[in-house]
Nanobody
């Protein structure tokens, strides 16, 4: 089994910053992509940033968010700067994990709330 634990959400004012973390643990051989998604109330979950062989960002966060990884710790981070009220959402981590069964599985974290006040 693999677990993803997210942290770092909270309430900030518009223009502020948050740093999210997602740590993977369990029966891990290696991790391919580690990505961040978000879901705002009444909206579909959307991909915010991905880290695999390349990093990619949603147009709405380019230049403001930065995804990074510490592979030794199986951890991915999302630094969010210049936050706007429309960034308010539950942020989810997703990882494509090669487990000790030598198969790739997709895992999700429990989500962490990020709220930006105007």
């Amino acid at each position: 089994q693999v677990q993803l634990v997210e942290s770092g959400g909270g309430l900030v004012e518009s223009g502020g910053s948050l740093r999210l973390s997602c740590a993977a643990s369990g029966s891990i051989i290696s991790i391919n992509d580690m990505d961040w998604y978000r879901q705002a109330p009444g909206k579909q979950r959307e991909l915010v940033a991905s880290s695999g062989r390349t990093t990619n960002y949603a147009d709405s966060v380019k230049g403001r968010f930065t995804i990074s990884r510490d592979n030794a710790k199986n951890t991915v981070y999302l630094q969010m700067n210049s936050l706007k009220p429309e960034d308010t959402a539950v942020y989810y981590c997703n990882a494509q994990v090669i487990t000790t069964q030598l198969r790739q599985y997709s895992y999700w974290g429990q989500g962490t709330q990020g709220t930006v006040s105007s």
